[in-house]
């Protein structure tokens, strides 16, 4: 695409959308921890994207051209990009609703966020993209990071990764496979819907919100509710739905590899949120790991730029 050739640093409105959803999502772990300690995993996921998707079908009943703008999409990124969208939401909550404590809740929390780094190494194969040496150094300084975090400050060996991966192997699991969901949404839909003015997320939020309902049909939760636990599934689903609309439409009309960049610092915020919301003292080892994924992350992105006549 002409507005994406090489890596430009002037922000295009598309690429200031993708700054709004990474401030936004710097809140979503803390409060869907928070949610899930009340309602469960699933009850409290359904609750925010019940939110969300209701906003969305709101948007969709008054707008026409909305409608219309929808129904032009290749059914590709309809299907498949929405298929990863409602996964990485269902994964993403179950991950941080499973973590044994609010410490872990940073831990896992921090492995979700290798998706602006999977981001990039996607784009190499799915947008043309092209690396200098640089990659694989930050790449490697990123799960540096990680498994520092993973390790709890303890030597770093593999016995030590092994232990406290067998200690709740599917919140971690869980984690890394919303990491590996979102990078490759991501990619996918600059792919699949580049240059589009709107994106699909008025029915992935609402399809997203309908496959959790049938989900919590078949599980036994607390589903403690009280003011604030409508609260924060109000204002997280209002977010939210501002959140990836905004980054949807980053990933269409914005510079990939420059909003990919600025999402390195999301899990800083996101951890200085948790700490603050969850009231979590973290170890020094971790702010270590969080600083290392963030310079990794923005070294893999200073190594990329466009082949020519790429997407």
Known sequence: MGSDAGISRRPSSGTLAGFGAIVLWSTTVALARSLSERLGPITAACAVYSVGGAVALVRLGWNAERRRSIARLARRYLFGCGALFVAYMTVLFLSVGLADSRRQVLEVGLLNYLWPALTILFSLVLLNKRATWVLVPGTALALAGEVLVLTQGADVSVRSFTRNLSGNPAAYGLGLA????????????????????????DLFLPATALALLFMSLFVDEPRAWSMRSLAEAG???????????????????????????????????????????LAVAPEPSLWLGCAMLVAGSLASWWSVSERPGGQ
Do not use: E, H, K, Q
């Open 235 to 277: 204002f997280l689903g209002t977010a939210t739905y501002l959140a990836y609309g905004l980054w949807d439409r980053a990933m269409r009309t914005g510079n990939v590899v420059v909003v990919a960049a600025g999402s390195y610092l999301t899990p800083l915020f996101s951890t200085v949120v948790s700490c603050v919301y």
């Open 178 to 201: 919303a990491a590996l969901c979102w990078g490759l949404y991501s990619t996918l839909t600059r792919r699949w819907a580049g240059g589009r003015r709107r994106g699909g997320v």
